[in-house]
Nanobody, 125 residues
């Protein structure tokens, strides 16, 4: 199946920026949605953003809307998440995921089966 590798995480002060990358390799044919999720210690995994690969439409969780931007480079099979104005509550492990078929709830983790290993984002206070 498809392999997904996240990168770009790190330590940043509140108000700073990071750019995460999700590189897809292996079997990359046919996925409809690439999503970004995050999980903080002791918390449930939550949807952050997604992009539909067929139409290019995007959406964001209310908590990050206006601060985060998702984009893609089709030639590189890579999806990016630009994170600006970071807050301490953004601290989490960030994962990318690929969805196939009909994805009706693209910010719900149960819709996805293929996940990367995650990249740590820490926003200090």
């Amino acid at each position: 199946q498809v392999q997904l590798v996240e990168s770009g995480g790190g330590l940043v002060q509140p108000g700073g920026s990071l750019r995460l990358s999700c590189a897809a390799s292996g079997f990359t044919w046919g996925y409809n949605v690439i999503g970004w999720f995050r999980q903080a210690p002791g918390k449930e995994r939550e949807g952050v953003s997604y992009i539909r690969t067929n139409f290019g439409s995007t959406d964001y969780a209310d908590s990050v809307k206006g601060r985060f931007t998702i984009s893609r480079d089709n030639a590189k099979n890579t999806v990016y998440l630009q994170m600006n104005s970071l807050k301490p509550e953004d601290t989490a492990v960030y994962y990318c995921t690929a969805g196939y078929g009909v994805i009706r709830r693209p910010l719900f983790p149960g819709e996805y089966a293929y996940w990367g290993q995650g990249t740590q984002v820490t926003v200090s206070s």
